[in-house]
């Protein structure tokens, strides 16, 4: 999988985590929409729903794992976002032999793994220090992950099709829906300038599973050989995302 390919899987995975609702399951009464919805989504009408479902600011648990031919990502954690910023994350990332857990909080990042720091040591990033090539790296993902949600829905939905009714692992039920988005229009919403990877077909297949109340709680895509698959749970829990402490600070290893 490409640097470029994967950032846009990125892109579109995050796009489709920050739209979020209600269901039945113990989320918070005022988290998203609060009438269950009784008929199919519909290309029509999906992007009114996501959008009304989507509040100011709302918690979730997210676990994304991508698997290609040579190597599996996970990447597991909690989060509190806007329906067009970050405000918080703290999430750990297993792949390739080597963990890295990352926590962003107050516009910065925090960083501990191997051949960056000790066991339970951080370094800083600051994304928007242009010196820094980590942070160069690291914030072009922050920004794609930034872009209104609900807008690349609208911009770039070509198709909702219902599949089936199913039962999810913890035994609720969703709605199994074949979203199809433009790749062209979602890059440059994401990205804006870049060019689409080669390869990258004209629509993107994304499986979505969703609740009555318009909670997506699963997603699945292939892009470029690598299977994305999303699962969002515990909507509206309370989170506390803290910074490390100073004394677990260190400068950043070389190598």
């Known amino acids: 999988m490409t640097q470029r390919t994967s950032a846009l899987a990125l892109a579109i995975a995050l796009a489709l985590t920050g739209c979020a609702g209600d269901d039945d399951s113990g989320y918070a009464a005022d988290c998203g929409s609060a009438e269950a919805r009784t008929e199919h989504l519909t290309k029509e009408t999906a992007v009114d729903a996501l959008r009304s479902a989507a509040g100011d600011s709302i918690t979730q648990h997210v676990r994304m794992q991508v698997d290609s031919a040579d190597q599996s990502v996970v990447m597991e954690g909690e989060g509190d976002s806007g329906p067009d910023s970050f405000t918080s994350m703290d999430v750990e990332m297993e792949g390739e ?50 872009a209104d949600p609900v807008a690349l829905w609208e911009a770039g939905l070509v198709d909702v099709r219902f599949e089936s009714d199913e039962l999810l692992e913890d035994g609720s039920e969703a709605e199994k829906y074949t979203f199809l988005v433009d790749s062209r229009t979602a890059l440059e919403i994401q990205r804006p300038g870049e060019p689409l990877p080669a390869g990258v077909p004209a629509t993107l297949a994304n499986e979505v599973w969703i609740d009555s109340h318009n909670l997506i709680r699963r997603v699945e895509f292939t892009l470029d050989g690598a299977r994305t698959t999303i699962e969002m749970s515990d909507y509206c829990e309370p989170i506390d995302v803290q910074a490390p402490d100073e004394d677990d600070l260190v400068e950043r290893r070389t190598q």
């Open 97 to 146: 032999g080597r963990s890295l857990r990352m926590i962003y909080v107050d516009g910065v990042f925090y960083l501990s793994g191997e051949g960056l720091t000790g066991e339970g040591k951080f370094v800083v990033v600051d994304p928007n220090d242009t010196s820094d090539p980590l942070a160069s790296a690291m914030k072009p993902a922050l920004e794609s992950g930034m």
